[in-house]
């Protein structure tokens, strides 16, 4: 029988690696309040406003379905050279999101 989580501890790893456990409680901590503030109409539209969706929010569930698939992505492409297979990838893009997360808006 395979691990039905492996998958994701070696995606959890992949940002650990890049940038250490902060990075990953953050992730962590970030689900539960995307939940509770998506509880409510106005916390979809503030989501929506903050993560501008090109359409409104229907549920945090959608939101989270968004983010993990980016950020699993991301790891599956996490290679020290540019990709094309996943789509265009930088060498890896896992660092590079993190450090575009970090600058300014």
């Not at 901590?29 to 903050?50: F, H, K, M, N, Y």
């Amino acid at each position: 029988m395979s691990d039905c989580s492996g998958f994701l501890r070696v995606t959890t790893e992949a940002y650990r690696r890049a940038g250490g456990n902060t990075c990953v409680d953050t992730v962590r901590l970030t689900w539960p309040l995307v939940d509770q503030i998506g509880s409510i109409p106005e916390g979809l539209e503030a989501l929506s406003r903050v993560f501008k969706t090109c359409t409104p929010l229907p549920n945090a569930t959608a939101l989270y379905d968004f983010a993990q698939d980016y950020l699993v992505t991301l790891a599956m492409g996490n290679y020290p050279y540019e990709s094309s297979f996943l789509g265009s990838l930088p060498a890896w893009p896992v660092t590079v999101s993190l450090v575009l997360e970090q600058l300014p808006s």
